[in-house]
């Protein structure tokens, strides 16, 4: 690989560096060097991660040489040596201690995905020979199967060390025997997959085995919290004296340390953990703690257990007698009240080592006992543990600091009715939604929350710890002097870089109107408006047309996601953009994202192009690479802006504006609001250009960011192609300006391999295995957990249908389905607006001779006939189908004439299948079969929904009916998906007796 001198360090990079990439790798070794801290800003897609690891492991590399010398000179001096051999011996034996005196590198990130990105691009680094480890959890890593049963990560890890403890745990007992084995030790790079394959080969913990790495490793990669959270740092036995910390993607590094430093506690933890001691109380009286291995010398006693008790007892007091003025928001209080609430129930400074050492105790004493009885596992315990351990990490001697910094917000908890479903409430219980009973002791549940403001505790504890040096960087940290002066590091090294592409290679446009002239803003007073939620979609649809390949659109929020979906499948908008591409929605779960992303990518390796509707801050905004043809534009629809009335949100503008000043150059409460919606748009748009050769369009779609307040907070390289003056250009020229720029990209720059698109986060299935079941999912009403694949149907899709889809469906679907609505009798009222919004763009006559019956006011029936003409210029642009361009459109309407029956397409002729998208389905039947038939299928659809075997049986005798023939036997076919899974089999059955085609 080259060699470039930086800084005075020979680094090895993988192709002659960029300014940029020399510039950030020489910040990054005078930091290394001088022991120093830095904040450094480089735009996604300019090698950030790349100079990163190459230069920090360059600069290890030769801090090794040198003391490797050093030894060496040791040695030889050891030769002519006397008395100064035990002295040299001493030297020798705390340099091979101190790992010969290096610094070690601990890279952490957000999250596990973004590690195994940087870990990917170490492997193709010079550096991929130096050690290296990466840390996960055992919710990630255990293979043991009766832990991995267990649900919730708490008690598989509370499982685990409870196996680890009693010595059951075959796979941890193994690592010491194999933990130097050639599998083991010889790759020098291993994910998390890596250690969990290597681990079941081996029969070896994993956990645990990586730990064994964590000594000898030159770079450790971990999460945020595992470097942040003091508890975690000590589970993890992570040591920070003489080490290099990176903290990559660290745009939230402000809120993730003070979420850190934050915790709650609950009415109904405190309940249950009283609960709880009171049976383990009882079983140690009734002498059942002899049935279950009781032999065994507890670690606590009865006392023990009575002295906690009549302490949550008065915890429960004081926590029922805090008031809450404010039912709706909540109430808040000075920081003392958390110290007094915990006073009133005796915990302190004094006590609170041993009372948090009694409940891990009792977590793991539970864990047993719920392997034979049915009892909880401790997990109230653990909770009040967090508790103690976050309220009391502060030292008293600084406590002024943390009544600055600290507030206490006491709000009421939704508490569920108690008992089994039916019972009656029983005096003094909680009722659903906080509800109280008749009774005057009834009390409120409450949630009395811990929150941190001050960012700067968290890095305080770090600097704490005697690390080397810090290096805070992402591709959107600006404006950085308010971050550095929240985080209160002191910062030597500082820099933001331009973008490493052309002008040419990215265009940026402010969209202030939608094709209808109606204006986009999604502001707290215009999200309700249909019109603007109307606009919003043919705007996306019009761009839909034009971009290919991939296109993300982020939303403000998901209830503004979810709103615009609703609202757009009932207007056909939402039929009419997937006709173009095929639709995927952000999922919440962690495995439907997994195979969510697997299939956006493979709609684009397809060479079909898709849509990626997502949320800024989720997921998909924060960390994944859309490069190349996973995404060549990115649609902005409104500024992320926080709840504005979340207590957290406005405690904390209340403790910027009280604790900034001149000196400390801390942001105002609404700058800082301001701030936090811009960055999040920043991280979304950085998911598109992804480096050098790639290319791709940013579409705001808000008037307000051409406000100078938000452009100036903006990423730099993002505001030079805005211009100094930025205004909303409209729609029509924008429309012109996208499709030539892409024209010119596509025969100007270079174009990825026709099959090389990003690998998916893991592997979902083999090739010769059944696709994912997220493979096809329906219309989901309200929450965006499924992804929306249109792909045309197979023999593979055959087999893979969603389960229980049917359930989704309503009465509306199929009038919608034909772009009707129902009228008060049920019956179908025709739309003509609806009609017209579905005319392409290029069409130049339409023939009326197949309008379906009662169409048409003439009565006869038939399909509508588009005829299109050809461009008279490869260079006239399209029509959008906006209002004002459709006037303009020049008909001619088609001799009424009689229309032949089509003759029977020849054998050679492709296996016609049915569409997948529901709606477009059900238009598909609404085309080909009569009114009566289509009133009846509908109706054994709506009769089966919510009915039994007997509904599933007369649903099969009308699909018979209706679709059985040779020339809709595609349709009944693609019924199958949308069925129970438990009458599949019985669909399969009618299948067979019906005659081949």
């Known amino acids: 690989m080259p060699e470039s001198l930086i800084a005075g360090i020979p680094v090895h990079f993988p192709f002659e560096p960029y300014p940029v990439q020399r510039a950030y790798m020489e910040k990054v070794i005078q930091c290394l060097r001088d022991g120093t801290n830095g904040v450094l800003e480089s735009p996604t897609g300019t090698g950030k991660t790349l100079s990163l690891l190459c230069s920090s492991l360059a600069w290890i590399r030769t801090r090794q040489s040198e003391h490797q010398q050093q030894m060496l000179k040791l040695d030889k001096g050891d030769a002519g040596a006397g008395a100064g051999v035990e002295l040299s011996d001493l030297a020798r034996t705390v340099g091979k201690i101190n790992n010969w005196g290096v610094p070690k590198v601990i890279y952490a990130s957000r999250t596990h995905s973004q590690l195994t990105q940087a870990m990917r691009e170490l492997k193709r680094t010079a550096y991929a020979n130096m050690r290296s480890v990466v840390l996960g959890s055992r919710d990630q890593l255990c293979i043991h199967p009766d832990v991995m049963r267990e649900q919730g990560n708490s008690n598989k890890t509370n499982m685990c060390k409870l196996r680890v403890h009693s010595k059951t745990c075959t796979f941890q007992l193994r690592v010491e025997s194999k933990k130097d084995h050639p599998d083991f030790r010889g790759p020098s790079i291993m994910d998390i997959e890596d250690l969990v394959k290597v681990g079941q080969r081996l029969k ?520 100094d003056r930025p205004q909303c250009s409209p729609f029509g020229p924008i429309v012109r300006e996208l499709r030539q720029f892409f024209r010119n990209a596509e025969a100007t720059m270079k174009q990825p391999d026709e099959r090389e698109s990003e690998p998916p986060l893991q592997t979902v299935c083999k090739p010769e295995e059944e696709a994912p079941l997220s493979a096809i999912i329906p219309k989901i009403k309200r929450e965006p957990g499924s992804s929306f694949s249109f792909k045309a149907a197979n023999e593979t899709a055959m087999k893979v249908e969603m389960a229980n889809s049917i359930k989704t469906w309503t009465p509306d679907d199929y009038a919608q389905a034909v772009g009707h609505k129902l009228g008060t009798s049920g019956a179908a009222i025709p739309n003509a607006m609806d009609f017209m919004s579905r005319l392409d763009s290029n069409v130049s006559s339409i023939d009326f001779n197949c309008c379906s019956e009662g169409s048409s006011s003439s009565g006869k029936s038939g399909l509508v006939k588009i005829h299109k003409r050809e461009r008279s210029s490869p260079t006239q642009p399209e029509t959008e189908g906006s209002t004002s361009q459709a006037s303009k459109k020049r008909y001619k309407l088609v001799e009424n004439i009689k229309v032949k029956s089509e003759p029977k397409p020849p054998l050679s002729s492709p296996v016609k299948v049915a569409p997948e998208d529901r709606a477009v389905f059900l238009r598909e039947v609404r085309s080909r079969v009569s009114q009566d038939q289509f009133r009846d299928f509908g109706k054994a659809l709506l009769e089966y929904k919510n009915g039994s075997d007997e509904s599933f049986e007369r649903l099969m005798r009308v699909l018979l009916e209706v679709l059985g023939g040779p020339q809709l036997r595609y349709l009944f076919l693609g019924m199958r998906r949308f069925l129970k899974n438990e009458h599949k089999a019985g669909f399969d059955r009618h299948l067979a007796k019906l005659e081949p085609c």
Request: aromatic residues 8%; charged residues 20%; proline residues 5%.
């Open 204 to 723: 070896m913990c994993p956990y645990f085995a990586s730990k064994e790495l964590v000594a000898q490793a030159d770079i450790t990669f971990m999460p945020y919290n595992y470097l942040l959270d003091p508890k975690a740092r000590k589970a993890n036995k992570i040591e920070l004296g003489n080490t290099i910390v990176i903290l990559d993607e660290a745009h939230n590094i402000e809120k993730i340390c003070e979420e850190s430093a934050s915790v709650q506690i609950r009415s109904s933890d405190v309940a249950m953990a009283i609960e709880d001691i009171t049976h383990v109380m009882k079983i140690f009286t009734s002498g059942e703690s002899q049935d279950m291995g009781g032999d065994e010398p507890k670690d606590f006693t009865l006392d023990d257990l009575t002295l906690l008790k009549e302490m949550l007892l008065e915890l429960e007091k004081a926590i029922d007698a805090v008031v809450v003025d404010n039912i709706a928001e909540g109430t808040t209080y000075p920081a003392t009240m958390m110290y007094e609430l915990l006073g009133k129930a005796n915990f302190s400074y004094g006590n609170v080592a041993t009372i948090v050492s009694l409940l891990d105790k009792l977590v793991q004493y539970l864990m047993v006992a719920s392997q034979q009885m049915s009892i909880r596992k401790g997990g109230t315990f653990s909770l009040l543990s967090d508790l103690l351990t976050i309220v009391f990490a502060n030292k008293e001697d600084v406590m002024s600091k943390v009544y600055a910094s600290f507030k206490v917000h006491v709000q009421l908890e939704e508490t569920k009715q108690q008992g089994k479903p039916g019972n009656k409430p029983q005096p003094g219980g909680w009722l659903s939604k906080g509800t109280l009973t008749t009774t005057s002791t009834a009390k409120q549940a409450k949630i009395v929350n811990f929150w941190c403001f001050n960012p700067g505790f968290g890095m305080e504890q770090l600097l704490n710890t005697q690390v080397r040096s810090v290096i805070l960087t992402s591709g959107t940290l600006a404006p950085l002097k308010p971050l550095i002066a929240e985080l209160a590091i002191p910062v030597a090294q500082h820099l933001e870089n331009p973008h490493i592409v052309d002008q040419s290679q990215v265009y940026v446009k402010i969209i202030g109107t939608g094709p209808d002239r109606q204006q986009l803003i999604s502001n707290y007073t215009n999200r309700d408006n249909p019109k603007y939620i109307s606009s919003l979609g043919q705007t996306i649809l019009n761009v839909s047309r034009i971009v290919p390949d991939g296109l993300l659109v982020f939303f403000p929020s998901y209830p503004m996601l979810n709103k615009c979906v609703d609202s757009w499948q009932a207007s056909g908008l939402w039929a009419d953009i997937a006709a173009k591409k095929p639709i995927f929605l952000e999922p919440r779960g962690k495995d439907q994202f997994t195979s969510t992303m697997e299939e956006f990518y493979q709609a684009i390796r397809d060479s079909k192009g898709a849509v990626f509707m997502a949320v800024c801050r989720g997921k998909v905004s924060e960390g994944l690479d859309f490069a190349d043809r996973n995404g060549r534009a990115v649609i902005i629809t409104g500024l992320p802006f926080p709840p504005l009335k979340d207590p957290k949100v406005i405690l904390k503008r209340r403790y910027l504006e009280a604790n900034r000043t001149r000196e400390n150059q801390l942001l105002s409460g609404q700058e800082w609001y301001n701030l936090d919606a811009t960055r999040a748009v920043n991280q979304a748009i950085g998911r598109v250009i992804r480096h050098r050769n790639d290319y791709g369009a940013i579409l705001l779609c808000d008037s307000r960011f051409k406000d100078a307040s938000q452009v100036q907070q903006l990423s730099k390289w993002i505001r030079g192609h805005l211009g």
